[in-house]
């Protein structure tokens, strides 16, 4: 062994009783495992990469490599490595483990791993498994009693912390080596039954379930079958193995409705005695459709279609029929005047009219709320066959056929009661309808709100309701509106508190025509009456839109008199001026 490789590793193994050195100093040892019964240990994974001088050991791999390294870096050869540097390194290890392994600090499994360089380039090694079996036994009966006592048997919402240990285990080849696809996903539905009734816990469990099955599907069962070609800025690219069709060997999962369940949350139960593993590639992505951001629908879409590619026949399905998470009644309808059609895989509801007429637009908007009230994405689009093309008076809004759907709707004042109630369903903070994008993006329920609040002051609640949902920070057709709204109505005592919420959501690119209308003082007193509560920032934003910058607002005030000059001083103190 040459002095520098004698001198490297003593660099490596230093760096190895330092990391383990400063994590068994730590006060918080006992009480971290005992948040829950479901986690063993605090470390299950450690690497090192050996740079000279600056040898890393850590339990998060931050994707360092050669890139940062010298030119003048020693670079093994691979021989070395595997001849003489791993045997020492593992040794230190051993010792370490064989001293705290049956602390909480080391979990019931660990993976020992390492980044050399080499002449070759970068040489990543897994350097030792180890498993310590009296762990791995405990935890398999705290996940054992855990299942049957807390989910299969439960009645009371779980702990999100529980759904993040017990979501990884559940997919954990060493723990599971012969995995019931059907089993696993009974505990991951049981989970959000349980938690159902609690909508922001219900989706932490879900997004913890997601993220796991995510994880289990790229990392472990993908690769099996396909050679995976990783990439940092998009979609990884995948291409199949030769002779790596499942075949008969899939069992697909039948997704199917329970009468007695809430239909919000049941999704995608396995029916078949016999499960597969790919059952649970496709309940990722029914869950990754149904439950994630728009954002993340391509990797959805992208396990379906590997799914395919194995030779799953439910793949195939799904992604020509839907994901079959709904009733066929829900998703199919023909009468007389209307035909509709749902796909959540594609987030897509086509709907043909043969009879124009508000029969054919109250059949198809009930069709859409239903399916948006089972969990349909709200993130949808509409695939319109009609003849009439009719589109809002507003204008700088995206002439899609959604757009065009809910206008021809509106031309029917029988149907704006059941628009309404279709907006209220639609209205989410943060979807946006999938055939909309950069400035004309629009939330669900945007063209019927619009429609509706510039048809009757009736409909003012809603807009205010709608407005406190609006993400202005991905949405700007909130301004399109507020300048046809504003038009309309103009300032009155009922308008003022609409075009106040509206105003807090619009963007500094929108300029209102009001001023004059606020040379009267009473005007000026509703808007006053309106903004006091709010912070400076907010009140600076809406009354950007109609005075510009404070300083303007201050120098209207500086020129007023009486009354007049009192209220525009008293809204340039509310502006923080």
């Known amino acids: 062994m040459t002095a520098a490789l004698e001198q490297a590793l003593e660099e490596m193994i230093q760096a190895i009783h330092e990391w383990f050195d400063e994590q068994t100093a730590r006060k918080d040892l006992e009480q971290t495992i005992q948040r829950t019964k479901l986690q063993m240990g605090i470390f299950d994974d450690i690497f090192v990469l050996y740079k000279p001088g600056r040898t890393i050991v850590d339990s998060l791999d931050m994707g360092w490599d050669e890139g940062s390294l010298s030119t003048q870096a020693i670079r093994f050869t691979e021989e070395m490595v595997r001849a003489e540097i791993q045997p020492r390194l593992v040794e230190v290890v051993q010792e370490k483990l064989a001293e705290w392994a049956d602390t909480p600090l080391i979990d019931y499994r660990f993976t020992f791993r390492g980044k050399f360089p080499?002449?070759?380039?970068?040489?990543?090694?897994?350097?030792?498994?180890?498993?310590?079996?009296?762990?791995?036994?405990?935890?398999?009966?705290?996940?054992?009693?855990?299942?049957?006592?807390?989910?299969?048997?439960?009645?009371?919402?779980?702990?999100?912390?529980?759904?993040?240990?017990?979501?990884?285990?559940?997919?954990d080849p060493v723990l599971f080596p012969s995995m019931d696809a059907t089993w696993i996903i009974r505990q991951y539905e049981q989970i959000q039954t349980l938690n159902r009734e609690r909508k922001d816990a219900l989706a932490e469990h879900r997004h913890t379930i997601i993220y796991a099955l995510t994880l289990w599907a790229e990392k472990q069962f993908l690769p099996q079958y396909f050679d995976v070609q990783i990439s940092e800025y998009c979609e990884n690219e995948y291409t199949l193995k030769p002779d790596q069709k499942l075949g008969g060997l899939v069992k697909d999962i039948n997704i199917s409705k329970d009468k007695e369940m809430d239909q919000d949350f049941d999704l995608a139960q396995a029916q078949d005695v016999a499960s597969h593993p790919i059952d649970l590639l496709l309940y990722a992505a029914v869950m990754i459709l149904r439950f994630e951001p728009s954002y993340s629908k391509p990797r959805g879409l992208k396990f379906l279609e590997l799914a395919k590619q194995l030779g799953s026949e439910q793949a195939d399905r799904m992604l020509t029929e839907g994901s079959g998470a709904y009733k066929p009644e829900d998703t199919y309808v023909k009468t007389e005047q209307v035909e509709c059609q749902a796909n959540d895989v594609f987030a897509r509801i086509t709907i043909q009219i043969h009879q124009e007429g508000p029969g054919a637009y109250q059949q198809a908007i009930a069709f859409i709320s239903r399916l948006l009230e089972q969990g349909f994405p709200k993130s949808y689009h509409i695939k319109l066959k009609s003849k009439v093309k009719q589109y809002l008076p507003i204008k700088g809004l995206a002439k899609s056929d959604t757009h065009r759907f809910f206008a021809n709707a509106l031309a029917y004042p029988e149907l704006y009661s059941l628009l309404e109630q279709y907006a209220r369903v639609a209205i989410q903070e943060f979807e946006f309808y999938a055939d909309t994008e950069g400035e004309k993006s629009g939330m669900p329920g945007s063209y019927a709100a619009f429609g509706l609040g510039l048809t009757s002051e009736q409909y003012f609640p809603l807009i205010h309701d709608y407005m406190g949902q609006v993400d202005d920070e991905h949405q700007m057709i909130q301004d399109k509106f507020i300048a046809a709204f504003a038009d309309k109505y103009g300032v009155t005592a009922d308008s003022v508190p609409v075009l106040v919420q509206s105003l807090r959501r619009s963007t500094d690119g929108l300029k209102l025509k009001l001023l004059p209308e606020f040379e009267q003082e009473e005007k000026l007193e509703w808007l006053l009456e309106q903004v006091q509560e709010l912070e400076s920032y907010e009140v600076q934003r809406v009354l950007y839109p109609i005075f510009g910058k404070v300083e303007k607002l201050v120098a209207l005030a500086r020129k007023a008199e009486g009354k007049r000059k009192e209220l525009l001083l008293r809204l340039s103190k509310a502006a923080g001026q």
Do not use: D, W
């Open 118 to 171: 080499t002449s070759n380039g970068m040489l990543k090694l897994t350097l030792l498994e180890y498993i310590n079996e009296e762990k791995r036994q405990q935890l398999l009966e705290r996940i054992r009693t855990y299942t049957e006592h807390k989910l299969e048997n439960g009645v009371y919402p779980t702990k999100p912390l529980e759904t993040t240990f017990l979501a990884k285990h559940l997919l």
